[in-house]
């Protein structure tokens, strides 16, 4: 199975694996948002979900909400549902029911990249989550099907750290990190997040993809399918301008304790395209 850029440029590739340095770090409205820009260029898109966790039978889980946000051309496929908010090979353990293989990640993807221009695989949690008692990973299902990682990372104090051992997991693997995505951009970005979105890539030695703002998962369909283009670099098939510069000055100069660490949101491309707009479509629904 082939990974990576392909010749057409701007998610070029057959496979790609959605993975984090974290759970609740926005990695469903990632891939709802990468799925809604290749579909509006015209790509026939599935999204495969080894192991959902934390929902019980019958309940939408993540795989649903991708098809809610970027549209119901999406073949969604689950492989795995277990009740507990664990990782997969303990809620399989708990609830008494069969882990989910490496093996069967890559059979199923497989068959759907077969019949869709892109599968998105979307993992349980952090890169090394375990899918079984043996200890295997989503690491491993993207080893055998040679596919690339993209990691979706938060903003704040940590991310660099955290983003910088994910990549050298992958590496380690021999995977290649396709990139990185901020999967919560904070409506009032402080230093740490803005300082971070313009030094993460080069910490963690992979080029920074996106900055999906926070709430996106609540703007109404059609809004986010709209928006989600802004989102997203050129890496992704989108036209986010990439990260600003890490702001200068001294505490006294704005940045300190007086301002509770805050900053005002400027610079070229900190604050994502499209996010006036957004905040303008949510204070319209709220007033």
Request: overall charge neutral.
């Given at each position: 199975?082939?990974?990576?850029t392909?010749?057409?440029?701007?998610?070029?590739m057959?496979?790609l694996?959605?993975?984090?340095?974290?759970?609740?770090?926005?990695?469903?409205?990632?891939?709802?948002?990468?799925?809604?820009?290749?579909l509006?260029?015209?790509?026939?898109?599935?999204?495969?979900?080894?192991?959902?966790?934390?929902?019980?039978?019958?309940?939408?889980?993540?795989?649903?909400?991708?098809?809610?946000l970027a549209?119901?051309?999406?073949?969604?496929?689950?492989?795995?549902?277990?009740?507990?908010?664990?990782?997969?090979?303990?809620?399989?353990?708990?609830?008494?029911?069969?882990?989910?293989?490496?093996?069967?990640?890559?059979e199923?993807?497989?068959?759907?990249?077969?019949?869709?221009?892109?599968?998105?695989?979307?993992?349980?949690?952090?890169?090394?989550?375990?899918?079984?008692?043996?200890?295997?990973?989503?690491?491993?299902?993207?080893?055998?099907?040679?596919?690339?990682?993209?990691?979706?990372?938060?903003?704040?104090?940590?991310?660099?750290?955290?983003?910088?051992?994910?990549?050298?997991?992958?590496?380690?693997?021999?995977?290649?990190?396709?990139?990185?995505?901020?999967?919560?951009?904070?409506?009032?970005?402080?230093?740490?997040?803005?300082?971070?979105?313009?030094?993460?890539?080069?910490?963690?030695?992979?080029?920074?993809?996106?900055?999906?703002?926070?709430?996106?998962?609540?703007?109404?369909?059609?809004?986010?399918?709209?928006?989600?283009?802004?989102?997203?670099?050129?890496?992704?098939?989108?036209s986010?301008?990439?990260?600003?510069?890490?702001?200068?000055?001294?505490?006294?100069a704005?940045?300190?304790?007086?301002?509770?660490?805050?900053?005002?949101?400027?610079?070229?491309?900190?604050?994502?395209?499209?996010?006036?707009?957004?905040?303008?479509?949510?204070?319209?629904?709220?007033?």
């Amino acid at each position: 199975m082939r990974g990576g850029t392909g010749e057409r440029g701007g998610l070029g590739m057959s496979v790609l694996v959605v993975s984090g340095t974290g759970t609740e770090i926005g990695k469903t409205v990632t891939t709802a948002a990468v799925a809604a820009v290749a579909l509006a260029a015209g790509r026939s898109v599935a999204v495969l979900k080894p192991a959902q966790t934390g929902v019980g039978p019958g309940d939408p889980g993540d795989v649903d909400e991708v098809l809610r946000l970027a549209g119901d051309r999406v073949t969604p496929v689950e492989l795995a549902r277990f009740p507990e908010p664990l990782a997969p090979s303990t809620a399989a353990r708990r609830a008494g029911l069969p882990t989910v293989s490496p093996a069967q990640v890559a059979e199923a993807a497989e068959k759907l990249a077969a019949a869709h221009d892109l599968v998105l695989i979307e993992g349980a949690g952090g890169l090394l989550v375990r899918f079984d008692e043996e200890g295997t990973t989503l690491a491993d299902a993207a080893r055998l099907l040679a596919a690339p990682v993209l990691i979706v990372a938060t903003a704040g104090l940590g991310t660099l750290n955290m983003s910088t051992l994910t990549t050298e997991a992958l590496r380690a693997r021999g995977l290649t990190p396709e990139g990185i995505v901020i999967g919560s951009w904070p409506t009032t970005p402080d230093l740490a997040s803005r300082c971070n979105l313009a030094e993460l890539a080069d910490a963690a030695g992979a080029p920074l993809l996106g900055a999906i703002p926070e709430g996106a998962g609540s703007l109404p369909a059609p809004e986010f399918r709209a928006a989600a283009g802004g989102w997203l670099g050129p890496g992704l098939g989108g036209s986010w301008a990439g990260p600003g510069r890490c702001p200068r000055g001294s505490p006294g100069a704005g940045s300190g304790p007086s301002h509770r660490g805050r900053v005002r949101p400027t610079g070229v491309g900190v604050v994502p395209p499209g996010w006036g707009s957004f905040h303008r479509a949510r204070s319209r629904r709220t007033v």
